[in-house]
């Protein structure tokens, strides 16, 4: 059983794109977290959030604890935002991760 | 500040060979923990560590063993590799009342 399900496995986009991934979770969560996976490996923290919307940037992260669903957006999208992007969720004390949305944008 | 560091970056192994993963953290964090990352799968936890001296199991500790000798460093070890451990494994800390993780590079191992 998955306790995390991310949506779409993979993405490609052009450049300039309005991107959403999107992360739904079965299990009660204290806090959500989106990852970054670039192609050379390394995992980067990008929003860690338990309600409502984070933005950085270009990227907003938001959070419906009702519904247990969360989405990453990327607005603009730029060839450098090309990366694997993971939803991990923290319940009782452990962490789920999703499998990973992979994402191309093409100049 | 390095964050997390992680030694090897890559690592090719014969089956039933043995070794130790390093993995060090200047955060002064508390919690540590050792993933491996599979083709498909989610990160899956391997063992993690509250504080310096103590180690719990997580989702798949079978064929590995965790020291935490200080704060700093927690080493993961295989003491007789098996094909099925080829992954990559992360190291990962998180300071105390807060979730949000900072990985290492990762170490590629593989066993022939």
């Known amino acids: 059983k998955n306790e995390v399900e991310q949506s779409p496995q993979n993405l490609t986009a052009q450049e300039g794109e309005f991107i959403t991934i999107n992360c739904s979770y079965s299990v009660g969560i204290s806090a959500l977290h989106w990852l970054q996976q670039h192609p050379g490996g390394g995992i980067v923290s990008l929003f860690m959030l338990s309600s409502g919307k984070k933005k950085h940037g270009r990227l907003i992260a938001t959070i419906n604890i009702q519904e247990k669903h969360s989405s990453l957006h990327i607005t603009a999208s730029h060839p450098r935002d090309s990366a694997v992007y993971i939803c991990?969720?923290?319940?009782?004390?452990?962490?789920?991760f999703g499998t990973g949305t992979s994402l191309t944008v093409i100049p | 500040n390095a964050g997390v560091t992680q030694t090897p970056k890559f690592q090719v192994l014969k089956t039933g060979q043995s070794m130790t993963l390093q993995c060090a953290q200047d955060m002064n964090h508390n919690s540590m923990y050792w993933y491996r990352q599979d083709p498909g799968m989610g990160l899956r936890l391997i063992y993690y560590?509250?504080?310096?001296?103590?180690?719990d199991k997580g989702e798949v500790p079978n064929g590995y063993n965790v020291s935490r000798l200080n704060k700093r460093e927690f080493s993961l070890r295989l003491e007789s590799a098996a094909p099925s451990q080829t992954s990559v494994y992360f190291c990962?800390?998180?300071?105390?009342?807060?979730?949000?993780?900072?990985f290492g590079p990762g170490t590629r191992l593989t066993v022939t």
């Open positions: 991990a969720v923290i319940g009782g004390n452990q962490f789920y």
């Open positions: 560590s509250a504080s310096e001296g103590t180690t």
């Open positions: 990962a800390c998180n300071r105390d009342r807060s979730y949000e993780q900072y």
